[in-house]
């Protein structure tokens, strides 16, 4: 059974750092996209990144561009989501889920993770 399991969630201060990890197994990480979504108390789940397959593409939401970054190393079946300059409004739970392909959309999610708390404090 593929198992994607988040780490390196917690509480920051706002303009804080925060480096978020997900770690696959039984996975053929390397035939598919990875993505990060997030989830804020009240809402919807939201796309926040998305990589390709070889780290060649990279998209981002327009509310973390210029502060996250997306990356992956597929010797470790492990995918990145560096998060510096912290807001308040990024509180959330963070979940990364994989696709075969490059999307946006959650529906094109086959496999996710049960997230990680980030809280963002003011």
């Known amino acids: 059974q593929v198992q994607l399991e988040e780490s390196g969630g917690g509480l920051v201060q706002a303009g804080g750092s925060l480096r978020l990890s997900c770690a696959a197994s039984?996975?053929?990480?390397?035939?598919?996209?990875m993505g990060w979504f997030r989830q804020a108390p009240g809402k919807g789940r939201e796309f926040v990144a998305v990589?390709?397959?070889?780290?060649?593409?990279?998209d981002y939401a327009d509310s973390v561009k210029g502060r996250f970054a997306i990356s992956r190393d597929n010797a470790k079946n492990t995918v990145y989501l560096q998060m510096n300059n912290l807001k308040p409004e990024d509180t959330a739970v963070y979940y990364c889920?994989?696709?075969?392909?490059?999307?946006?959309?959650?529906?094109?999610?086959?496999?996710w993770g049960q997230g990680t708390q980030v809280t963002v404090s003011s």
């Open positions: 889920a994989a696709s075969i392909g490059f999307r946006r959309t959650q529906a094109e999610y086959a496999y």
């Open positions: 039984r996975l053929a990480f390397r035939n598919y996209g």
């Open positions: 990589i390709s397959w070889n780290g060649g593409g990279t």
